[in-house]
Each structure stands twice: as C-alpha cells, then as structure tokens.
C-alpha cells in the first residue's frame, strides 16, 4: 500500500511540475531562435562538451532572448534522477579536503548538480549512509574519499541499477572501480630523498593509522628511498598516528623520549607535521636547527607554519575536477559500468612535487 502510494504521490509531483513547466518558454522556442534542433540544445545545455563553442554560443544567446530557464525537477522525474552526487569524506574537519570539495563542486555545477557530503565518520557510520545514497536512490553517482572502507560495504547483486562510483585520493583495494589519485610511494620518496640529498642520515617517519590504504604506500616509499641509499629503517623511529594534528602533538613527544633522535622526520600528512613542529616549538626545540620535517599534501597553512613548511604537494583542486568529471562520464554512459577493462584503464594518476621551503636544512648535529 505504501509503494502504491508512492507512486501516485511521484505521478502527481510530476503532472504538477509539467504543467507548470509548460507556461514558460520551451526547448523549442530556444531551438527556433538559435536555428538547430531541440536535440542540440539538449545536448549544449547538458553536455556542452559535446558540441562546438560556435554552436554553444548560439544556444546560449537564444536561452537569454527568450528567457528559457531549465526545469530541473520535472527532468529528473521524468529520468528518474535526483539531480545530485554524494561526496563520502572522512574527518570533514580536516583541511585537505577543502579544495578537492572545491573541484568536484565547480564541475557538478556547470553540469547543473547538486554536491551533498556526508562524513563518514560520524557515530551513525558508513555502512548506512552508503545503502541510502547506493540502494535508496538517494543520489545519481558516489565520490569516495574514505579509504577505510570495505568492499563489503559496496558490493551487491544488483550492480546494475546503482549510480556509479568513483574513488579520490584513497580507495578501497580489491574493490574494482576506478580511482584519482597520485603516486603515494614515489611522493614519499621524494621526501625522503631531498632530506637524504640534505646530508641527512638518521630519518624518522610519523606514519599514518595502520589500517588506511595511503599508509602502506607512502610508508613503502619511505623505506623505499632509505633502502637505495644504503640506509636503515630504525624500527623505534618509526612512529604511528593518524591524519591528525593531536597525533601529529603526541609524535613529538615520542621523538623527544627518544635517546637517539633522528635528524630528520618525513611526517605522513601536513596536519601532523604542523602538530609535530608547533610541540617541538612549545618544548624549545627548533625546526630545522634541532630536526628538519617534511610533510604531505600542501594544506593553505603549509606556506604559513613557522617555519614553514617543506612538503609534497598534491594537485587537490585537479583531484576534485577529474573526479567529478569522470563520475559524469559513468553517469552518461552506464554501459561503460559493465566494461571491467574501461573502468579499469578509467582511474587517472595525477602529478605531484616536492616543494621545498624552510623546515628542511642539512644536518647541524649528531643523532
């Protein structure tokens, strides 16, 4: 009875909002006045990278002069879509997800979406978020940011009829569905070198929770870089946190226990770098005389920490837009979603950098 119900509340919303529809000036009416067919004005509207800017131009100019206004509600009942994606973030707190929210945000836009993000750390948990936003038809596709999620929590027998979805930064493994991301094991790498290049030989590492995805690979790249140079990883260096500044607070007050000190300490994120080096500055110890540190991602306070702060950079805004943008492209073209080849080959890598600034120097001290 309640389904029933459902479904005659849904055909009255949908006869309500075509009739209102139908006293404003139509498809049509815009077609007429750019001088191209409705199914080009669809697509220019819609999907504008598929037609040329000379006959996007022209749509557009003919939606103002007849002040044609797009209904999105009567489409999406009529595609049965809801006319949003879903952002999964963990610890929304957390400032490196600002510009990639950033990102998927500019490109939903100009696809006329809406961006809802859910944090998948709140007390309610993951699980049910994603059987709302996947099975409940809550949303039109999924990015994924948590890398602490399983494969369980995503699989089903009716694939077909979910939204898709499309992994960011972090990813679920053994999970078959693509991914943007960078190259975590060589950007730690880069870290580790530039303090090798510096004259360091006792490196430390603040690591980041044992269970995430980004840990292994950036950890791997850390003895990695260790291992070519002919050094050690000293196993009591080697520090385990979490993606936070209050870890970043408690690393440095393992690093101060220690006997034999490290000259140097590659931290897993910026955030626990910036929680390390404000400690060190509480307890007199001066960065980079006493330690140098290097840190990950290039959150905005990077350039502002004093000192400030040597790091990887990941290109986050691009990380959001390509994310978005290939999310979209699942949307279109849902046979795609059945191709394991295409999804596979679908995931992009992006280019990171190391960008040296004052937390670094060489070496003034024995360990």
Same mark, same amino acid.
């Given at each position: 009875?309640?389904?029933?119900?459902?479904?005659?509340?849904?055909?009255?919303?949908?006869?309500?909002?075509?009739?209102?529809?139908?006293?404003?000036?139509?498809?049509?009416?815009?077609?007429?006045? @750019?001088?191209?067919?409705?199914?080009?004005?669809?697509?220019?509207?819609?999907?504008?990278?598929?037609?040329?800017?000379?006959?996007? @131009?022209?749509?557009?100019?003919?939606?103002?002069?007849?002040?044609?206004?797009?209904?999105?509600?009567?489409?999406?009942?009529?595609?049965?879509?809801?006319?949003?994606?879903?952002?999964?973030?963990?610890?929304?707190?957390?400032?490196?997800?600002?510009?990639?929210?950033?990102?998927? @945000?500019?490109?939903?836009?100009?696809?006329?979406?809406?961006?809802?993000?859910?944090?998948?750390?709140?007390?309610?948990? &993951?699980?049910?978020?994603?059987?709302?936003?996947?099975?409940?038809?809550?949303?039109?596709?999924?990015?994924?940011?948590?890398?602490?999620?399983?494969? @369980?929590?995503?699989?089903?027998?009716?694939?077909?009829?979910?939204?898709?979805?499309?992994?960011?930064?972090?990813?679920?493994?053994?999970?078959?569905?693509?991914?943007?991301?960078?190259?975590?094991?060589?950007?730690?790498?880069?870290?580790?070198?530039?303090?090798?290049?510096?004259?360091?030989?006792?490196?430390?590492?603040?690591?980041?929770?044992?269970?995430?995805?980004?840990?292994?690979?950036?950890?791997?790249?850390?003895?990695?870089?260790?291992?070519?140079?002919?050094?050690?990883?000293?196993?009591?260096?080697?520090?385990?946190?979490?993606?936070?500044?209050?870890?970043?607070?408690?690393?440095?007050?393992?690093?101060?226990?220690?006997?034999?000190?490290?000259?140097?300490?590659?931290?897993?994120?910026? &955030?626990?770098?910036?929680?390390?080096?404000?400690?060190?500055?509480?307890?007199?110890?001066?960065?980079?005389?006493?330690?140098?540190?290097?840190?990950?991602?290039?959150?905005?306070?990077?350039?502002?920490?004093?000192?400030?702060?040597?790091?990887?950079?990941?290109?986050?805004?691009?990380?959001?837009?390509?994310?978005?943008?290939?999310?979209?492209?699942?949307?279109?073209?849902?046979?795609?979603?059945?191709?394991?080849?295409?999804?596979?080959?679908?995931?992009?890598?992006?280019?990171?950098?190391?960008?040296?600034?004052?937390?670094?120097?060489?070496?003034?001290?024995?360990?």
């Amino acid at each position: 009875m309640k389904a029933e119900n459902r479904a005659e509340d849904l055909a009255a919303d949908q006869e309500r909002l075509l009739k209102v529809d139908a006293k404003l000036p139509r498809i049509r009416d815009v077609a007429r006045v @750019a001088g191209v067919s409705t199914a080009t004005v669809s697509r220019a509207l819609s999907q504008p990278d598929l037609v040329s800017a000379e006959t996007r @131009a022209a749509v557009l100019a003919a939606v103002a002069e007849t002040g044609y206004r797009m209904n999105l509600a009567a489409r999406n009942l009529r595609r049965k879509q809801t006319g949003s994606i879903v952002v999964l973030v963990p610890h929304l707190s957390n400032p490196f997800f600002s510009l990639i929210l950033s990102g998927i @945000a500019k490109v939903a836009s100009e696809a006329g979406l809406n961006v809802l993000v859910a944090d998948t750390r709140e007390p309610d948990g &993951a699980d049910r978020q994603i059987a709302e936003y996947l099975y409940n038809n809550r949303s039109d596709g999924l990015i994924v940011l948590d890398g602490n999620l399983t494969e @369980a929590m995503f699989s089903g027998d009716d694939r077909k009829g979910r939204p898709p979805v499309m992994f960011a930064c972090e990813w679920v493994e053994d999970y078959d569905q693509p991914a943007v991301t960078v190259d975590n094991r060589h950007g730690a790498r880069l870290a580790v070198e530039h303090l090798i290049a510096l004259g360091h030989r006792h490196i430390g590492h603040v690591a980041g929770p044992s269970d995430n995805v980004l840990t292994r690979q950036r950890a791997g790249g850390f003895r990695d870089a260790l291992a070519e140079a002919g050094l050690p990883t000293v196993e009591h260096w080697f520090i385990q946190g979490d993606f936070t500044l209050r870890s970043g607070v408690a690393a440095a007050e393992r690093w101060l226990a220690l006997d034999d000190r490290p000259t140097a300490v590659f931290c897993f994120s910026d &955030a626990m770098a910036c929680g390390f080096i404000s400690q060190l500055n509480r307890r007199g110890i001066r960065v980079p005389d006493d330690v140098s540190v290097v840190g990950f991602d290039d959150i905005d306070i990077a350039a502002h920490l004093i000192p400030p702060l040597t790091t990887i950079r990941q290109p986050r805004a691009l990380i959001g837009e390509t994310a978005a943008a290939l999310l979209l492209q699942l949307m279109r073209l849902p046979e795609m979603r059945e191709d394991a080849a295409a999804m596979k080959q679908m995931g992009k890598i992006l280019p990171l950098e190391l960008v040296v600034r004052d937390s670094t120097a060489k070496p003034r001290r024995a360990p």
